[in-house]
Each structure stands twice: as C-alpha cells, then as structure tokens.
C-alpha cells in the first residue's frame, strides 16, 4: 500500500509541536504493517539543508507566484517530497509566524501550494510513486481533500491534531486557489463566508482522524467543537480516535544522550542523577522532595494560567518546579516572576530545547499537564516512558492513556498517574495534594513509575489502526 502523508512539520527537521512528531514516527511504524509512506513536506530551510541526495519529480514555473521544483529525496531516515519553492519557504525562523509573531500574510498561498502539489502526486505527477491515499495532517494540508473532490484523485484521510488551528482566511483568496466557483460553497471550502482549510479538509476527506478516541467525542459537542461541532457531527460516521504512540528509540531512558544517567525500570535510582543536573541547570535548590516539570508551548490551551495561579500551594506542599516552556508571553510574564518570589523553588527556562526536554522527564519525578483540551498530548507518554509521573487533565487523549491512582487502580499497581477534573485552580491544587501523599509512599510511588514504564507507548497498535482504516477505504473504492 502507498500513502502520501501531507504535513507542514516533521521531526527531526522542523518542528514547533507534536504534529511534527507524530509525522516524524508514523512512516516507520506503518512501514513495518507493509504500508509505505513518503511524506511531502515544505522546503524550509533547514529542509533544503537536510535533504542529502534527491531528484528532481517535478517542476513547476509558476505556482502561486514563482518557481517550484519537487524533489524526492532522503534526510534524516525519512523518504520525503520536498517542495522547493523559495518564494513561499525560503525564510528564517518559525514556519508560520514572521519575526514580528505575526502570521505570515501569504500563509493562505503558502499552504495551498503545498496541497495542491499532494493532490497532484495523487493524479499520478510522478510516475514511480502513485498514492492510493493521501493522509493529511492539520490545517496546512486541509486544502488537499477540496483539490481532489474538484480536480480528481485517490481516497483521501483527514487528521485533526488540534482543531483551535483551523486556517481560516478572508474570502478574498478563494480566486487565488484554482477551485472552480461551486467551490466556494458549504459543500466545499467555503466557512463563516470566508476560506477554511481545515473545514475544507473536514468536508471533503473520505475519512476522519483525531489522536485519541476522547477528543474525537468531544470534538462533537458545541462546548469542544471551536464551530466545526456541526459539521463534524453530520459526519460523525467517518470520525475515528487513533490516539498517537511515541518513537521509543528516540525516546529510550536505557539509552539516552540526552542526559546525564541513563536507567530501565529496575534502576529507578539511577534517575537521581538526572534530578540533581536539573536542579543545577534550572537553579533549584537540592533535595529530595517532589520535583516536578513542565514541557510546554505556553499557552492557555495548555492551562499554564492555572499553574500561576496554583504555584503558591505547590510550594506549600514542599515542592519544586522547573518549567521549560516558550510561547505567550503574558503567561511568561507571572511564571518568570515566581523564579523571583520562590528562588530555589521555581525555575524557568523560556525556550525551545530538545535535549533539555529529555533530561527533564529523566530526573523529574512528575510532570505536570493542566490542559483545558488535549488531542492528545505526548509529554504525558514521555512521563510515562521515563518514570516521570504525569498528573494531567482528564481531557482528551489525557484521559486516555493515563490510569489514575485511584485505591483500585493502586491496589491492583496499574496506576500510572494522577488525573483531575474540572479543570480548575482548585482541582488541580488537590491533584497537588494526592501526589504529595502518594510521594510519601515511596513503594507506591514506584509501583505507579514502573507501571508507567511498562505501558505500551509505542506506535505499534495504532499504526495497525491506521493500517486498517487505510484498507477499508481501499475496499469501499
Ligand atoms: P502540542 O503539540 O499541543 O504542543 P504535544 O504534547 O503533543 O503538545 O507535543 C509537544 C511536543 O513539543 C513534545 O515533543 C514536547 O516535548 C515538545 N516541546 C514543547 N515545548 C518544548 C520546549 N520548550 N522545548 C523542547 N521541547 C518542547
Ligand atoms: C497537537 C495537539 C496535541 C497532540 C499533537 C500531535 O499539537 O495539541 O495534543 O499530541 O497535536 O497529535
């Protein structure tokens, strides 16, 4: 079976997020369900400087206002389409915003050029690889199941990996994309009388994904569905749960570069070292007591206001936090004061680092998740993979990968972490006060540790889900 995965960040060589994980993992584990995936991605940069050999698939001399190639090619052990096309991705810094951390005004170009190049691969623009599908990831790629219902082409996979990022842009463009004018239409790409891409993506796949089986319920309900609950509801047919897996070589306590002392579920010891290099890296004081972490955009979504709010009783509590985390700086602002408030307390670093992300959940002995949604959240598999206990929301994929420390759940040692609900300052405080309790359990803080360690986080059983709904689509054509 041959899929083109479709997605506008992919790990190792650019990523903002975990849609760049997730498109970075996916291909290898479908590969081994006997599915092969090249994923067409934009030439950023540090995509051009990555591709080690490539040919040329393709050229374009005008697409969206300048000149494109499409190479096929190979970086960082990932079989890739590239689309080459300076005048759209030839650009420092973040993918989507400018330096001014504002959008960049010709976004709306940016990434129908990328879906139209997917839908033309689909038609069969390069003869040795012709997809029976097309899988697209988030907004970036939501133009592609439009192109395909007006121009042609295969079957085509919806993937919601956050629905508050929708690619919504004035109706002004439409002429701009090459649709025929019925396009414009609540059948098609048409939204609250402007352009939705993801709504578009949303109205036109033949299939529906999210990234855990609790966000694709309550995507269906008007509290949850950011105003595509309608739609989604009328199609709730094709609306299907796949919660995400992990890299669990990139991701590996036993065998880590990343940090300081590398360990397995039987050497939770170890993981000593690795508390003392954060404390040292972050300024916190020494000690045994509860550490926890936070790896986070800084966002509301991810309730880094609640965390402000609930600090003074962390500490109370006698503990300790060190959050590394960039993004909105009105919620910076409060966290950064609190390094000032609490020394030795609190420590923040405000900004993106992978090997730091690491050491974090290797010598952490929580991590804290207060999200008001989540699709479904990777740093609570990470927590789990590493022995660094998640105390998380109940929402989304949150709910559906952590086991709560309930009496039952200890007793029977499956509990893997703390969960809280509503989502709430005061909730969260009492979740604060359950891990305390149970942190003063030494056995059965380690019994929720090493479950966690032994729970199948791995890309496994969903890659097989998604194996299985690319064959059943191939069955219906
Ligand atoms: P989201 O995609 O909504 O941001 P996820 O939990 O799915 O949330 O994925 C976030 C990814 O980004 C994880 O791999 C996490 O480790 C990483 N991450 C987030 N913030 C940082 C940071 N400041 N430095 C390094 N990695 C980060
Ligand atoms: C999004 C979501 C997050 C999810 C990730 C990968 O960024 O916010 O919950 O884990 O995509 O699917």
Redesign the pocket.
């Known amino acids: 079976m041959k899929i083109l995965s479709v997605a506008s960040e992919v790990f190792p060589l650019v990523k903002t997020?975990?849609?760049a994980?997730?498109a970075g993992a996916l291909p290898a584990a479908l590969a081994k369900q006997g599915v092969s995936v090249i994923t067409l991605m934009p030439g950023y940069p540090a995509v051009m400087k990555a591709l080690e050999e490539f040919e040329v698939a393709y050229t374009s001399e005008n697409l969206f206002g300048g000149a494109a190639r499409l190479l096929w090619g190979k970086a960082k052990r990932l079989e890739l389409f590239v689309l080459d096309a300076p005048h759209l991705y030839d650009r420092p810094g973040n993918p989507y915003l400018g330096p001014d951390g504002k959008d960049w005004p010709d976004n709306s170009r940016r990434f129908a050029a990328l879906s139209l190049i997917a839908a033309e691969i689909g038609r069969g623009s390069v003869a040795d690889f012709v997809p029976q599908i097309i899988h697209c990831h988030d907004w970036q790629a939501g133009l592609v199941p439009a192109y395909v219902r007006y121009g042609g082409g295969p079957k085509t996979v919806m993937t919601v990996?956050?629905l508050a990022f929708q690619g919504h842009f004035p109706a002004s463009i439409f002429g701009t994309l090459g649709l025929p004018p019925r396009a414009f239409g609540i059948e098609g790409v048409e939204y609250f009388g402007g352009v939705g891409y993801l709504k578009a993506g949303l109205q036109c796949a033949d299939a529906i994904t999210t990234?855990s089986p609790t966000y694709a319920r309550e995507i269906l309900t008007v509290e949850d569905g950011m105003g595509l609950d309608g739609l989604l509801r009328v199609r709730s047919n094709v609306v299907h749960g796949i919660v995400?897996g992990i890299d669990t070589d990139i991701w590996n306590p036993a065998n880590d570069a990343n940090i300081m002392q590398s360990y397995t579920a039987k050497q939770l010891a170890r993981r000593e070292a690795n508390k003392r290099a954060i404390e040292k890296r972050f300024g916190l004081e020494t000690g045994d007591g509860l550490l926890y972490c936070i790896v986070s955009r800084l966002t509301l979504?991810k309730g880094m206001d609640l965390v402000a709010a609930a600090l003074p009783r962390l500490i109370e509590l006698g503990g300790r936090l060190a959050i590394l985390g960039s993004g909105d700086a009105v919620l910076e602002g409060p966290l950064k004061e609190a390094t000032v408030h609490y020394p030795g307390r609190v420590g923040v670093a405000t900004t993106y680092d992978e090997p730091l992300s690491h050491l974090l959940q290797a010598g952490s002995d929580a991590i804290l998740i207060p999200s008001r949604f989540?699709?479904?959240?990777?740093t609570q598999l990470y927590g789990l993979r590493y022995g660094c206990v998640p105390v998380v929301a109940r929402v989304?994929?949150l709910a559906d990968t952590i086991i709560d420390a309930n009496d039952a759940a200890i007793s029977a040692g499956v509990a893997s972490g703390i969960q809280f609900a509503p989502v709430t300052q005061e909730a969260l405080e009492h979740a604060l006060e359950r891990a305390t309790t149970l942190y003063a359990d030494k056995a059965a803080w380690a019994s929720m540790q090493r479950a966690g360690m032994k729970a199948d986080v791995s890309w496994t059983r969903s890659a097989a889900r998604y194996a299985d709904l690319y064959r059943s689509l191939l069955k219906a054509a």
């Open positions: 997020g975990g849609l994980d997730v990996h956050n990234v995400n979504q989540e699709p479904c959240g990777l989304g994929g």
